[in-house]
């Protein structure tokens, strides 16, 4: 397979990374791609979903056709795709709808990252429910959860909730649980964008630390863009009670992280995309693709410690838009270790704190040099 797309060439909304063991190889899924070569006036039967695939991050395939519509009740949307490896096979979760329809999530399924996926059992997300990007979680008793944003305006405070699943993901049993809301952000009095209801959420992202804790990083409007917020489980387990962090990991118009493991060596990564728009609605170079390298600190904390795509440079927003220059980067990435950073704890971290916005603060959280 050749690789001649440039990750600095990515613009792929809603960007969710397979990092996957089997092949060594990376996938990434989307409805549609600006880039690279797809069939332009394909003779297909309605929507589609295509991959691309990288070896190494930073060069990637041109898209490859992973799925077709045919008799699929899905006729609309085809939103925030996300592939898991789970039992020996590869299950797209994804949100579709068609006319009359709520907006639901269902898996598809196959015995390749790169296709053909097939419809597979029922829609997952609750009936009546208005849903977006759906993302699997297995909890310690290895039971697998549909984690997802119910929709704001349904709700007007958008959600992100739960779902526990049939073994088999065929179908949800027992009854949706919101984890917390919008408005619980506790930078909302700095950054939530009021207008858009109490907080619209999008993206969950959960991650089990190497600590044995759990958290959630999740996306929501802005008056300065996207930006995404950490929730850490008060009981390490989906069912909370979450607190909120009180500053967003990324407040710089990123949004609907994914969080995954480099292959190579198990850095903690992070995708999300740069929409290229300013607080004032000017309209930049479009939406990019960016990757960071992450490391856990303390109680739940994950912080960036490199960008290696060079995509910030055109489509930056919130409060560094001043900055944002119109050269592109040219130079190659290059990968980061934790070591070239000191490893955890490396610079002093005084000012974390749990939000007093919240009933669940326990005080300052502090960290040792």
Not at 211 to 217: A, T
Not at 300 to 306: A, K, T
């Amino acid at each position: 397979m050749d690789y001649p797309i440039h990750v600095r060439d990515m613009n792929v909304a809603e960007a969710n990374i397979l990092a996957d063991p089997v092949s060594n190889k990376y996938y990434m899924y989307a409805n549609k791609f600006r880039i690279g070569l797809t069939p332009a006036e394909r003779k297909g039967t309605g929507e589609t979903f295509y991959a691309l695939v990288s070896e190494d991050l930073i060069h990637w395939s041109n898209p490859v056709l992973v799925f077709e519509q045919n008799d699929f009740w899905g006729s609309q949307d085809y939103q925030g795709p996300e592939c898991f490896l789970y039992e020996g096979k590869y299950y797209l979760l994804a949100a579709f709808s068609a006319p009359g329809r709520f907006r639901k999530i269902q898996a598809l399924v196959a015995d390749s990252p790169l296709g053909p996926f097939a419809p597979w059992g029922e829609p997952l997300s609750p009936a009546g429910w208005q849903c977006m990007d759906g993302t699997l979680y297995i909890d310690r008793e290895g039971e697998p959860w549909l984690v997802f944003a119910h929709d704001w305006v349904q709700v007007y405070d958008g959600q992100i909730a739960a779902v526990k699943l049939a073994r088999d993901l065929t179908h949800a049993v027992g009854n949706p649980i919101v984890l917390f809301r919008g408005s619980d952000a506790p930078w909302s009095d700095d950054f939530m964008y009021t207008d858009e209801g109490g907080g619209a959420v999008r993206g969950p992202a959960v991650h089990r630390m190497k600590d044995g804790g759990l958290v959630i990083l999740w996306t929501t409007n802005t008056p300065y863009g996207l930006a995404v917020g950490i929730a850490k489980s008060e009981s390490d387990e989906i069912y909370g009670p979450w607190q909120q962090f009180d500053k967003p990991v990324y407040c710089l118009d990123g949004g609907n992280a994914n969080l995954f493991n480099r292959l190579n060596d198990g850095m903690l990564m992070m995708v999300l995309h740069h929409r290229g728009v300013d607080y004032a609605g000017t309209k930049g170079p479009g939406i990019k693709t960016v990757m960071y390298e992450l490391e856990e600190v303390y109680y739940g904390l994950l912080e960036i410690v490199n960008e290696f795509t060079g995509n910030w440079w055109g489509s930056i927003g919130g409060h560094a838009i001043p900055y944002r220059t119109r050269v592109p980067v040219t130079a190659e990435p290059r990968y980061s270790t934790l070591a070239d950073y000191s490893g955890p704890f490396g610079r002093r971290r005084v000012k974390w704190a749990m939000a007093p916005e919240t009933k669940y603060k326990k005080g300052k959280i502090t960290t040792k040099d």
